[in-house]
């Protein structure tokens, strides 16, 4: 009994030997390449199913979703850019329009004015010479009344004088040589 | 605070040095061990189907994937977190490596080369956990990742394009004398692509494991000055996470280069 268990220890221990101290590289033990190999092709297959139906696509989605916000974040800063300078330009323009606007209105105001004052220096240009026109004939009535006067004067004191000389006032005469004399 | 816990380790290294010298400071390195295939459960033959601790480790690698694809991209955040990062990154990584290398219509073999390139980058990662196994370190496993796309390319090569497909052989630049000899080259390097693509992958990832394990080895017959080899341990160890990433990156640029010469077999 005892040398059979014996015997089979030492046969146990012989072939653990054998399998401990396989010559060199147990890489090159062909009695495990069809375990390996086997082994292999489940591991092989069981990832490539983990990656090409689950993990790939969503991996991909993910990537593609990242880049989709992405983009869209950068059209959106863009189109708001865009609005930005568009808004700008707006306001710009607005502010050039009523630049032009106060411009004409000025100048409007100014030539309105200028007409009022046209006007206004004709009107008085016209009273001015009108005054003018009648202050002169009052002047050439007096004048006239001036020399009516001179002459009943000058008859009145002519005719005196030849009285007072001794005379006989021709009234005729006088008056000749009264209008004679105012003549020179 | 950083100084304070470097010199705490170090430190702790010399005291278990001290402390836990193996009795026998004999060197019984085994850096290959770490590669035996394992029955999970209990011992016995291989077969097929058997669990082994290979298969623990392929489907951690499965998990990891899907952890990192499937449950890091499961809010579907358009400001995203850390881990839907982490996916996005890797999925834009590979695209973008797919389109730029295969061009436009390499993108239909997007998903093929995801998967490659996810499970040799887990893979690769999780092998480097204390502990763990190093699925990729198996040239079984890199040969059948190589063949199915040298397989994939050479079929795709001849049903795309007919007999044009072996222009790719057919050097028209070079002088007419030439081309001959030429083509037995591009014959040769064209089968011994797989090999190549197969064995890159495998033998880095194996090398730095089996470093590992021969410095770990030292570490235990060293006694006190086990801090040595630790240091060193550290520094393979922060080389090989690069290469965890450099040789899935490798492999699955290489399969894009692959794929366009299948796409476009023009030299």
Partial sequence: MSTETNAAEVAQA?????HESAPGMPQLDFSTFSNQIFWLAVALVAIYLILSR?????????LAERQGTITNDIAAAEALKAKAVEAENIYNKALADARAEAQRIAAETRAEIQVGLDEAIARADVEISAKAAESEKAIAEIKAGALDSIKIVATDTAAEVVAVLGGKSDAKAIAAAVADRMKG | MGKIFFFA???????????FA??????AIHPMDQFIVQPLFGHGEISWYTPTNMTLWLLLAVAAVFALMVLGSSRRAIVPSRGQSIAELAYGFVYKMVEDVAGKDGVKFFPYIMTLFMFIVMSNALGLLPMSFATTSHIAVTAVLALLVFLTVTILGFVKNGTAFLGLFWVSSAPLALRPVLAIIELIS????????????????????????VFAGFAGALGLFSFLPIFAITAVYALEVLVAFIQAYVFTILTCVYLKDALHPSH
């Avoid at chain 1, 012989?14 to 054998?18: G, I, V, Y």
């Avoid at chain 1, 689950?54 to 993910?62: E, K, N, S, T, Y």
């Avoid at chain 2, 193996?22 to 060197?27: D, R, S």
């Avoid at chain 2, 064209?190 to 394990?213: E, Q």
Wanted: aromatic share 6%; no cysteine; proline share 5%.
């Fill in chain 1, 14 to 18: 012989a072939t653990d030997a054998a």
């Fill in chain 1, 54 to 62: 689950v993990a790939l696509p969503r991996i991909a989605a993910v």
């Fill in chain 2, 9 to 19: 380790m170090v430190g702790l290294a010399l005291i278990s040095g001290v402390f």
């Fill in chain 2, 22 to 27: 193996p009795e026998t400071a004999e060197l």
């Fill in chain 2, 190 to 213: 064209y089968f011994v692509r797989p090999v190549s693509h197969s064995i890159r992958l495998g033998g880095n990832i194996m090398a730095g494991h089996a470093v590992l394990k």
